[in-house]
C-alpha cells in the first residue's frame, strides 16, 4: 500500500472524528480553549505600585507629613513603590531604610534622617537645591557646623545638613529629628 494514501485515509479519519461531534461540543471545546488561554495571559497582568508624590518640608522636617524618626513601616505603606527596601537587623552597612533610586530620595529609618538627591523627583517646601551657599543665611540663619563642602543647620526638629558642589550649590539635602551631635550619617 502506498504510504500518501495512507496518510489520506488517516486525515479522512480525523475528519468524520470532527464531523461527528455536534456543534455544541465543539462550542464547548472552543470555549474552554479560549478560557485557559485568557487566564493564562490575564495572571501576567500586575499593576504597579502607586506611590503618592513626594513633598519635603524643610522647616518642618517631614517627607509628606513623616518625620525621618518614624518607623519603617509607616514609609512602607506611605510609599509602596521603593525600589529596595533593608529590612532591620539585615547586615546593610546603614541599618534599615526604604529607597527610591528612581526619585533619588533615601529613607534611613535607622539612623532616623532621609537624604534628597539633586535628581529629586518631588517638592521642596524652600527651593534649596541648587541654591547659592551665600543665599541660605535668609532662610535658614548660620549653620551650627560649618565645612568646606557642607553645613549643618539647627532646627526646631534637629538637624538640616547641605551638602555643596565645586561652584557652592547645594547638591545633596540630609535632615533628621536627631541633634548634629546624636547625627550618624552613612557614608
Wanted: aromatic content about 10%.
Amino acid at each position: 500500500m502506498n504510504p500518501a494514501i495512507r496518510l489520506s485515509t488517516s486525515q479522512i479519519r480525523v475528519s468524520a472524528c470532527l464531523k461527528q461531534l455536534s456543534r455544541k461540543r465543539k462550542g464547548i471545546v472552543l470555549l474552554l480553549l479560549s478560557m485557559g488561554f485568557l487566564s493564562a495571559s490575564r495572571g501576567q497582568l500586575v499593576a504597579k505600585a502607586k506611590c503618592p508624590d513626594f513633598y519635603v518640608n524643610i522647616l518642618d522636617g517631614t517627607l509628606n507629613g513623616l518625620k525621618p524618626n518614624r518607623a519603617l513601616s509607616e514609609f512602607k505603606t506611605l510609599f509602596p513603590c521603593s525600589t529596595s527596601i533593608e529590612e532591620e537587623g539585615s547586615a546593610a552597612k546603614c541599618g534599615s531604610g526604604i529607597f527610591f533610586k528612581t526619585k533619588d530620595i533615601y529613607i534611613y529609618s535607622k539612623r532616623a534622617y532621609i537624604e534628597i538627591g539633586p535628581k529629586f523627583q518631588g517638592k521642596l517646601s524652600l527651593p534649596l537645591m541648587g541654591a547659592k551657599r551665600s543665599s541660605l543665611f535668609s532662610s535658614l540663619g548660620n549653620p551650627k557646623v560649618k565645612d568646606d563642602q557642607w553645613e549643618a543647620y539647627e532646627m526646631q526638629y534637629g538637624t538640616l545638613v547641605l551638602h555643596f558642589d565645586a561652584a557652592s550649590k547645594v547638591k545633596l539635602i540630609q535632615f533628621s529629628t536627631l541633634s548634629t551631635d546624636q547625627l550618624s550619617l552613612c557614608e
